[in-house]
Structures are given as structure tokens and as C-alpha cells.
């Protein structure tokens, strides 16, 4: 079974969600993350129903809540960037 899988919401390019299958670093099995950056590029947010848009948390690499802060470019879908990141995340606290 997938640890984790990740979906581009609808047609918006900048939304995407990412569940947990399985207990890992990414979350508890059930979790489901929701990320948004603006139309265009900018900073990649966590978002949630008390939290839309720009009013959610800034997002770093490798999808944690510390450090750098990852930015979204534009010239692909969201979804990418964060599938690249859960990977790097899993492979940077396998590591530690």
C-alpha cells in the first residue's frame, strides 16, 4: 500500500491535496493536507477551512513547518512540487 498520495484539485493548477494511507512523517494514516499558492506562483500555504488561501500557514521544504519556505513557480501544476517534496521528505527522515 502507497504511504501517501497526492491530487490536483479540479482544474486549479495551484491546489492540491495530499492524504495519508499509512502511518509515516508525513502525517497519521487518515491525515489529509491541503496546499495553495496564488494563481501564478508565490509561497506554498497549508490550507483549511478556518485557514483559505492566503491566511493559511507558509509551507517549507520537504513540507515542514520550519526552515526555508517553498515557493511555487507556476510552470507546473502544484501537485508536482508537492509529490517531490513528500518524496524528499520521506528520504531526508529515513536518513536522520
Known amino acids: 500500500?502507497?504511504?501517501?498520495t497526492t491530487k490536483q484539485e479540479g482544474w486549479r493548477e495551484n491546489e492540491c491535496t495530499l492524504t495519508v494511507h499509512v502511518d509515516c512523517e508525513l502525517g497519521e494514516a487518515?491525515?489529509?493536507r491541503r496546499y495553495w499558492a496564488p494563481d501564478g506562483g508565490g509561497y506554498v500555504r497549508e490550507i483549511d477551512d478556518q485557514r483559505p488561501g492566503i491566511l493559511?500557514?507558509?509551507v517549507c521544504y520537504d513540507l515542514d513547518r520550519s526552515g526555508d519556505t517553498l515557493w511555487?513557480?507556476?510552470?507546473?501544476p502544484i501537485?508536482?512540487?508537492?509529490?517531490r517534496e513528500a518524496r524528499a521528505a520521506l528520504r531526508r527522515r529515513a536518513s536522520d
Request: net charge positive; charged share 30%.
Open 1 to 4: 500500500m502507497k504511504r501517501y
Open 30 to 32: 487518515g491525515t489529509v
Open 56 to 58: 493559511g500557514r507558509q
Open 72 to 76: 511555487w513557480h507556476g510552470s507546473e
Open 79 to 83: 501537485v508536482d512540487l508537492i509529490r
